[in-house]
């Protein structure tokens, strides 16, 4: 795509942005509730948020997925006064809605597995129920404009620049760095144009690359942002990421799932992944008592064998689950 149908995009997604922006009185009454409240707070929704990217990464869903996700769930809560329990039920409904609209047919999961997978407690119908009143109060049809529409296009407005520096210029690195912002959702009250603009040139600045940063001012000069709010949220956006980047900051860790099973769960998994153990044939003519006897035996010695492989396990099972001898 040329540079003059590059702006023109831009142009047009900038006056459609207004209209995904989560309203920002209802964003400050849950800023303004507190933790343990009637309402929801900025610490649930943001704990939402971070289950919702595991979820997302588990899947293999996309960045846009989602970043479409967390769009819907803050203009939901932002609109409509959600209880807490409810919450879950919200948060994973935006994410199936977003699924449904970008993630591909062969990556796309159903609703069931979504809430066997996320440990929830409502059942499939209780999701779809949801997601009709979520995209029947948001209007959601398609798709939305979000921050990550603006990256890509200001991406590739750089690399036109700039065709050399797509290495350097990693989009993926961008993408991880706009997550990292959505879990705080102070990030929802900024312009989408602006937060990616701010993204963009946080990572310019660390390659410093000055034909990179003439090309962010004259788009900023293109869609008319303030110089004032462009700085506000370019310090946020460093002050985030530094944060984040600390050792202090509990990252989420979405290669490793923490699964809490019951016993005869455990037995059941413990005993499908072993092979399966040499018993003798049954004869078909007569049933020989002594051979009861010693499958019995056979059987029972496996039976304890199994107990106490998984008594040696015992980190992963509370004291009163465990066998008492």
């Known amino acids: ?51 919702l990217w595991g979820l997302s990464s588990f899947f293999g869903y996309s960045t846009q997925t989602f970043v479409l996700a967390v769009n819907l769930l803050d203009r939901f809560l932002a609109l409509m006064r959600v209880q807490p329990k409810h919450l879950s039920c919200v948060g994973l409904s ?44 948001l209007h959601f049809t398609s798709s939305a404009v979000t921050p990550l ?37 102070s990030f929802s009250k900024a312009k989408p144009s602006v937060l990616a603009l701010a993204l963009l040139r946080h990572e310019i600045k660390a390659i410093q690359s000055e034909d990179m940063w003439e090309m962010t001012c004259h788009v900023q000069r293109h869609l008319k942002i303030a110089d004032a709010e462009l700085q506000c949220w370019a310090e946020r956006v460093a002050r985030c990421l530094s944060d984040y980047a600390s050792p202090r900051c509990s990252r989420p ?3 490793k799932l923490l699964w809490v099973v019951s016993r005869r ?25 002594s051979q009861s006897e010693d499958s019995s035996e056979d059987l029972s010695s496996g039976e304890e064998s199994l107990s106490s492989s998984l008594e040696g396990e015992g980190a992963y099972f ?8």
């Open 1 to 51: 795509m040329d540079a003059f149908k590059l702006m023109k995009e831009l142009r047009a997604n900038y006056e459609q942005e207004g209209y995904y922006i989560p309203k920002e009185t209802g964003l400050n009454l849950i800023e303004s509730t507190e933790q343990n409240g009637a309402g929801i707070s900025a610490k649930c929704r943001d704990a939402q948020v971070e289950d």
């Open 94 to 137: 935006c994410l199936h809605l977003a699924a449904q609209r970008s993630a591909p047919d062969a990556t796309l999961s159903s609703g069931h597995e979504l809430i066997r997978i996320g440990q929830r407690r409502f059942t499939a119908s209780d999701l779809s129920r949801m997601e009709k009143i979520v995209a029947e109060k």
């Open 149 to 185: 529409t603006f990256l890509h296009l200001y991406h590739q407005v750089a690399l036109g620049q700039s065709p050399s520096r797509k290495e350097v210029l990693s989009l993926e690195k961008l993408e991880a760095q706009l997550k990292a912002c959505l879990r705080c959702m």
């Open 253 to 255: 860790n979405h290669k």
């Open 265 to 289: 769960t455990a037995q059941n998994l413990q005993s499908s992944s072993c092979s399966v153990p040499d018993l003798p044939t049954i004869p078909e003519g007569g049933w020989d008592p």
């Open 318 to 325: 509370p004291l009163h689950l465990r066998r008492r001898r």
